[in-house]
């Protein structure tokens, strides 16, 4: 179905995404993912030819367009070239934590770090989950006390994307845990901060070449210019913030299926068996036309989401509604497809085996399938 989301200026910016990733990605992908990280290199280099911050005012170095549909282009480039483990530290950079920066930051941090983030030099994550608690984030235990003009920071994260390279990371605290979400804050705790400790590395399922680390916070002491938004609003913050964080899940979710039919296809109409291509019995071309339709279907309530985002209108709800579906159908899509390539799905080599792997985790992070489900329950009163 003929999209109507882009203009000729989103063709461009893609075709020229599509080299970049070509170029810089596709060629180191497998080393990066044996490495388990990405160079922060690559970073500098998605800096230096406009990939980050796009909707950053140009006075701080980004590109002046505050244009989701440029964040959806990188996030589906990503897909398509069967490199998300490398990519999502960008999409998460992008579309997930640099809204908290241009949003909350006052102008002297606006000062401070958004040139870094648009070039790159700056990379960075933000630090919801804990050893203890994830969905459940009221009940955190990372604690920030204020002594001075200082907050003295303790306790743990676990799970964060990035945690290994990133500079700047957006930690959600409680600087009162007598209250739940009323206690809660987020600041900014910088790489060298005495006390700010990085994990492991983890060892995850998929997505290898993407660093996920645990961070461990002793007696850390962050200046009160580091607070991002208001002290007791972290709660709200995060809330305002997260429906552009699912939908850009929800949007990968809808091109890694994309990109596993397409994959899947010319696979189908390749191999034999019983003198024929494997693509032409019926019950192949039934789940091949099933799954065609689920994502033209996806991809229509996805590509209205992202104008609703735009015009500042989408809701909770609604990206909760995008994020469960389209990673669901990730999901199923991508294990269908495994199934139509025979033993070849389960090699590595096959970009297919790949991405089975890596879609395993998207109806768990960003919040998991159940909490979408209850954000959409409870807006319906029941
Ligand atoms: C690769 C990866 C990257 C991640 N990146 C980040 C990151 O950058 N930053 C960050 O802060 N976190 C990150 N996370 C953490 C992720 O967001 C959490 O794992 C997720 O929110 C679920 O929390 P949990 O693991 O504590 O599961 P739990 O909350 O313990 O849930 C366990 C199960 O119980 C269910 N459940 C919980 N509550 C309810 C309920 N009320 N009703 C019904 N069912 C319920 C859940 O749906 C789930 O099935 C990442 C995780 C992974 C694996």
């Given at each position: 179905m003929r999209r109507t989301l882009f203009t000729d200026e989103h063709d461009e910016f893609r075709a020229s995404f599509r080299r970049f990733v070509d170029q810089e990605i596709v060629p180191h992908h497998l080393d990066w993912e044996r490495d388990g990280i990405v160079p922060r290199e690559l970073f500098a280099k998605a800096g230096a030819n406009g990939f980050?911050?796009?909707?950053?005012p140009e006075a701080y170095g980004g590109g002046g367009v505050e244009d989701f549909r440029f964040n959806l282009v990188i996030g589906e480039e990503v897909q398509r070239a069967g490199v998300g483990g490398a990519g999502l530290g960008i999409t998460l950079h992008n579309d997930i934590c640099l809204p908290y920066f241009l949003s909350l930051c006052t102008d002297e941090q606006k000062e401070r770090w958004l040139p870094g983030i648009c070039s790159g030099e700056l990379i960075t994550a933000i630090a919801m989950t804990e050893p203890g608690i994830g969905s459940d984030l009221?009940?955190?235990?990372t604690s920030a006390f204020r002594d001075g003009d200082r907050y003295v920071v303790n306790g743990s994260k676990t799970?964060?994307?990035?945690?290994?390279?990133?500079?700047?990371v957006i930690t959600a605290v409680?600087?009162?845990?007598?209250?739940?979400?009323?206690?809660m804050s987020l600041v900014v705790l910088e790489r060298g901060?005495?006390?700010f400790e990085r994990g492991r590395n983890l060892e995850k399922?998929?997505?290898?070449?993407q660093d996920t680390a645990e961070l461990f916070f002793t007696d850390v002491s962050v200046?009160?210019?580091?607070?991002?938004?208001?002290?007791?609003?972290g709660f709200v913050h995060l809330v305002q913030n997260l429906p552009q964080e699912r939908l850009s899940i929800a949007a990968a979710g809808v091109a890694a299926a994309e990109a596993a039919l397409g994959w899947t296809l010319d696979y189908v109409k390749e191999r034999t068996a019983f003198g024929q291509?494997?693509?032409?019995f019926q019950h192949s071309r039934f789940v091949l036309a099933e799954l065609r339709t689920e994502i033209d279907i996806a991809r229509v309530f996805v590509d209205r989401c992202v104008e609703a985002l735009d015009a500042g209108e989408l809701t909770a709800e609604e990206a909760a509604e995008a994020k469960w579906w389209c990673t669901e159908l990730q999901k199923r899509t991508v294990d269908a497809c495994v199934q139509l390539h025979g033993?070849?799905?389960?090699?590595?080599?096959?970009?297919i085996a790949r991405a089975y792997t890596d879609a395993r985790i998207t109806t768990i992070y960003g919040g998991t399938t159940e909490i979408m489900k209850e954000i959409v329950g409870r807006s319906l009163g029941v």
């Open positions: 980050l911050g796009t909707d950053v009221a009940s955190m235990s799970f964060i994307t990035n945690g290994i390279n990133a500079d700047l409680k600087t009162d845990p007598t209250q739940r979400h009323k206690g901060m005495e006390g399922v998929g997505l290898h070449s200046p009160v210019e580091n607070l991002l938004g208001t002290e007791g609003q291509p494997v693509g032409s033993g070849y799905g389960y090699m590595l080599e096959y970009p």
